[in-house]
C-alpha cells in the first residue's frame, strides 16, 4: 500500500512520516530529498537544468539551489519547466523503489506537490497535513532561517489546503506533536485493516 502524505511548507508532513516510520512494516520515500539527489547525480538532468538554466545552474559539480531558487519562486513558467525535468525522473525512481519492496510494505511517501505533479494517481491513500499558516511561518523562518516574505514566496506557488483537503482520504491537523502521534497511531491501524485488502 502506498499513502502519499502532502501538505503546504512547514505543514509538519515529515513529522508525520517520522510517526509512521516507528511502526513495523513500513517504509519511506521523501520524494524533496530524492529529487535533490537526482539533480545532483543523473547527468541527463544536468544537461537538461543547464540548457534550460544556463551554466550557472551548477556550481563545483553541485547544484547551485540558491541561483535555481532565484529562478523559478517569482516565475511560474520556469518553475514549471523545472518540474517538466525532474519529475518524470522521479516518477520512474519511485516505482524502482515501490518493486524492491514486499506487497504488504506501508509504503509512506511524502511529497510536497502530490497533487500538483498528478503523483497523488500512484497513491492508495492520500493524508493531507494542516497546520495554520502563522505556525507555518514561524516552523520554516526558524528552520531554514529565511525571511517572512520567502515563506510565503514558498506558500504562493503550492496548491492551498482547501484544494488539497478535496482531494485527500485523510487530514491530519498538526499543531500539537502529541496530538498528531496519537492521530497517526489511529490512522496507522486503519490503514493496516486496509492493506489486506490490497
Not at 520556469?78 to 520512474?92: D, E, F, G, T
Not at 491537523?173 to 496530538?179: A, M, P, T, V, W
Request: charged letters at 25%; glycine letters at 4%.
Amino acid at each position: 500500500m502506498i499513502v502519499g502524505i502532502t501538505g503546504g511548507i512547514g505543514s509538519g508532513k515529515s513529522y508525520v512520516a517520522e510517526c509512521f516510520l516507528s511502526y513495523d512494516n513500513t517504509a519511506y520515500y521523501h520524494a524533496d530529498e530524492e529529487a535533490k539527489k537526482l539533480m545532483n547525480e543523473s547527468q541527463e538532468i544536468k544537461e537538461k537544468i543547464i540548457l534550460e538554466f544556463g551554466s550557472e545552474a551548477y556550481k563545483n559539480e553541485e547544484l547551485n539551489r540558491s541561483y535555481i531558487a532565484s529562478q523559478v519562486f517569482d516565475n511560474p513558467g520556469r518553475l514549471q519547466k523545472l518540474n517538466s525535468i525532474v519529475h518524470p525522473a522521479v516518477k520512474s525512481h519511485f516505482q524502482d523503489f515501490v518493486a524492491q519492496k514486499e506487497a504488504s510494505t506501508i509504503i509512506i511517501y511524502e511529497n510536497a506537490i502530490l497533487f500538483e505533479a498528478k503523483s497523488d494517481q500512484q497513491c492508495d491513500i492520500v493524508i493531507t497535513v494542516i497546520a495554520p499558516l502563522e505556525d507555518r511561518i514561524a516552523r520554516v523562518t526558524s528552520r531554514d532561517g529565511v525571511t517572512r516574505e520567502e515563506v510565503m514566496k514558498r506558500v504562493n506557488n503550492q496548491w492551498s489546503d482547501t484544494q488539497k483537503k478535496l482531494l485527500s482520504n485523510y487530514i491530519i491537523l498538526n499543531i500539537s506533536k502529541k496530538e498528531t502521534l496519537l492521530k497517526v497511531q489511529d490512522f496507522y491501524n486503519i490503514l493496516t485493516k486496509k492493506s489486506l485488502l490490497f
